[in-house]
């Protein structure tokens, strides 16, 4: 059974970095389109950054030039590279793993960004 399980996040002050790490197991890892999503307490969950099984990678508009998504196969692991961080950052960020019609979702892991 597929799972996805996030690591990385925790409490940083603005102008900070973290790193996000997912673990990907039970799927073949390197056909899968994968990406970061985040939701903020009352908004939607939101798209923060994805990356192709070729590598190509897309953004949203508020985390470009400060987040990278990267992705080692050999690890079955998707990272994100979180730098510059801001208040409006603060949220569960999400693991996604796609492929047609099939979706995993990891449990989440909490970023906060607060001094």
């Known amino acids: 059974q597929v799972q996805l399980v996030e690591s990385g996040g925790g409490l940083v002050q603005p102008g900070g970095s973290l790193r996000l790490s997912c673990a990907a197991s039970?799927?073949?890892?390197?056909?899968?389109?994968m990406g970061w999503y985040r939701q903020a307490p009352g908004k939607q969950r939101e798209l923060v950054a994805a990356?192709?099984?070729?590598?190509?990678?897309n953004y949203a508009d508020s985390v470009k030039g400060r987040f990278t998504i990267s992705r080692d196969n050999a690890a079955n692991t998707v990272y994100l590279q979180m730098n510059s961080l801001k208040p409006e950052d603060t949220a569960v960020y999400y693991c996604?793993?796609?492929?047609?019609?099939?979706?995993?979702w990891g449990q989440g892991t909490q970023v906060t960004v607060s001094s």
């Open positions: 996604n793993a796609h492929l047609l019609h099939s979706a995993y």
């Open positions: 039970g799927m073949i890892f390197s056909i899968y389109a």
């Open positions: 990356i192709t099984s070729g590598a190509n990678t």
